[in-house]
Structures are given as structure tokens and as C-alpha cells.
């Protein structure tokens, strides 16, 4: 984003950063800081520069954002999505999206896990179409997406819910990723590992997903791409035309798969 890397950690003494480095391959590749305290509360983001030689770091706020679960740019701004949930004292408020224009001033349009303190991250994020989509993650039940023009209506920010019900299957509790390539938006799915209503032999596997509208989605690819143990689809990436995704699966091995999309 604007010439900088950045990157979310998150380490043993429950601290949270987002650090940036310059992706210049001349410049010293030492990491600031640029983190808010009102939004990181163990939690920041460094950035580098040339001659960069001290970590400036802060690390506190009032919410209980553990750590940064995913990004998108979207409308010349960075948006970070958090996993929230209380500890030390400091009550879970549900999972969060931050946005910065420059990089290290932030502001928060979401601070309230749409409505509901226990959806505690925001799983994936993607811009599609000329809306922002979030996905997010409530334990035990089935994924949602929301998506925003990331435009003030009446002095807040609004968020649409796209799918409220684990694409109609309980078992997708999570969505790894949402891509977009070619005038589509793809979702892949995490299923019954995380979820308690359903078994494994109920189970069928990671789903893709694809919509060209971002609201009517339809599946084009299931049963973990013809692998049940496919538990989980990961990351999804283009290359060369094809799209790849790899998987978590404990009984053979983790997989990359190759599809074509037509």
C-alpha cells in the first residue's frame, strides 16, 4: 500500500503488532511501527524507511484486538480486519475494520462485530465490484459477508449483509480467503473443524464459491475438490490464467490444486 509492506504479528505476551517496511529493494529493510493506540491494544504495524533503526512501538488501547486476520485496499485506502476477544480485562466488543488513507493514521468503521460481540474476526476482506466485502467468523455458526460502499450515509458507515448462512450449508463456519479475478469474486471454505453441529461423515469438504454480481453465489467446487480429507481450503491465487488453492488436509498431506476458470 503506497510503497510500504505491511504486516500484522502477534506473539507470546499476547502483543499485537502491524509493522511496514519500504519495498524498495535499496532501502534497508528495517520495519516502523505505525499502529494506532486506538485501535491496536496489544497490536501494531511498523513500517520501514531508509536509516529506519528503532522499532517505535505502541501497544495499548481499550479493545481486545488480538490480532490482524486480514486486509484489503479498497477506494485508495488500507482496511484491516481483526480477531477480537477479551483477556486481560479487557472485554471482547466483537471484531473490528480499521482504515488507514495514509498508513498510519487509522479510523474505525467497524468496532462492534456488526451487532454481535461474539463474531470475533473478520476472515477475509476483498474489494469486488465497487463495495468493500468482509467476511466473518461467529464460532459454532455458519459464515457470513458483509460488504459497504465505504461511503458516510446520514453520518455512519453502512454494511449490507450478503450471506448470512454459511452459503445455506451449517458447516461452512469459515470463509479463508475472498479473491477476486476475471469479473468474479471467489470464497473458500472451512468447515466442520470448527464447527459442533456437524460430524465429519456429514461433512463434504471445502467449497469454492464464485459470484459476478457479489449477491447471488453458486458453488464450483466441492467435496475439498474431490478430497474429503480437504478439510479446509486455505489461500487462493492466480498464475498464469489458473487459479491455485491450497488446502489443509491431516490424512495425506497438504494439497495445491489447479483449476481453470472458464
Keep these: 500500500f503506497k510503497d510500504f509492506l505491511y504486516a500484522g504479528f502477534y506473539n507470546d505476551w499476547n502483543l499485537y503488532f502491524i509493522m511496514r517496511r519500504a519495498q524498495d529493494p535499496m532501502l534497508k529493510a528495517n520495519w516502523k511501527d505505525v499502529s494506532s493506540p486506538t485501535f491496536s ?66 479510523e474505525g468503521i467497524l468496532t462492534d462485530g456488526f451487532g454481535d460481540v461474539n463474531n470475533r474476526s473478520i476472515t477475509a476482506m476483498a474489494s469486488f465490484g465497487g463495495y468493500l466485502y468482509a467476511a466473518v467468523n461467529k464460532a ?59 460430524s465429519k461423515e456429514e461433512y463434504s469438504g471445502g467449497v469454492v464459491y464464485e459470484t459476478s454480481d457479489g449477491i447471488n453465489w453458486h458453488p464450483i467446487s466441492e467435496n475439498g475438490i474431490s478430497d474429503l480429507d480437504n478439510v479446509t481450503l486455505e489461500n487462493i491465487e492466480a498464475f498464469q490464467g489458473f487459479l491455485y488453492i491450497n488446502t489443509r488436509n491431516s490424512a495425506t498431506g497438504t494439497q495445491v490444486i489447479k483449476g481453470k476458470v472458464e
Design 140 to 198: 459454532f455458526e455458519p459464515c457470513k459477508i458483509y460488504r459497504t460502499d465505504g461511503e458516510y450515509h446520514n453520518g455512519k458507515i453502512v454494511w449490507e449483509p450478503i450471506v448470512t448462512d454459511g452459503f445455506g450449508r451449517q458447516y461452512n463456519s469459515y470463509i479463508s480467503a475472498l479473491y477476486p479475478y476475471m469479473g468474479r469474486l471467489y470464497a473458500i471454505t472451512s468447515g466442520w473443524l470448527y464447527s459442533k453441529h456437524v
Design 41 to 106: 491494544n496489544d497490536f501494531s504495524i511498523i513500517r520501514t524507511k531508509k536509516k529506519d533503526k528503532i522499532i517505535d512501538r505502541i501497544s495499548y488501547s481499550l479493545y481486545a484486538n488480538m490480532t490482524a486476520e486480514s486486509s484489503s485496499v479498497f477506494k485508495g485506502s488500507l482496511f484491516i480486519g481483526t480477531y477480537n476477544y477479551g483477556y486481560l480485562g479487557r472485554p471482547a466488543t466483537g471484531a473490528q475494520i480499521w482504515r488507514t488513507y495514509d498508513g498510519t493514521t487509522w
